[in-house]
């Protein structure tokens, strides 16, 4: 399975949009083949999905997400974990053991888009 984590220094980002780089693993029989740390893209609008969907991506690991975003990796075929926290590596092995647990987002609605918030505030839990 190939899985994308937003990432943020060596943490998981708690806003997967505008999280600086994205962690990409392969996992197999519960071994990472492979990783790399990719450049986001950039904040616009469904570019995300579609960027790590042709990275062949199956699965999206972040602490927060908004639902518009959730809809498109849906459509695309790709698992949403949102609500995870803590170092990048950790979660990677309870990938690898099968115990990653989600939850709920750690974003308030629409904080990605300024609807109510600024771009750049977000509700993340300290």
Known sequence: MRVAISTEGSSVSLHFGRCPFFTIVD???GKVISKEVIDN???QPGFIPQFL????VECIVCGGMGSRAVGLFEEMGIQTIVGVRGEVDEVI???QRGTL???ESLCKP???KGYGLEKTECDHPQ
Request: glycine share 36%; charged share 30%; aromatic share 0%.
């Open 110 to 112: 629409g904080s990605g």
């Open 27 to 29: 996992i197999e029989g």
């Open 93 to 95: 092995e309870e990938l």
């Open 101 to 103: 647990k989600g939850g």
């Open 41 to 43: 893209p950039g904040h």
């Open 53 to 56: 969907h042709k990275k062949g």
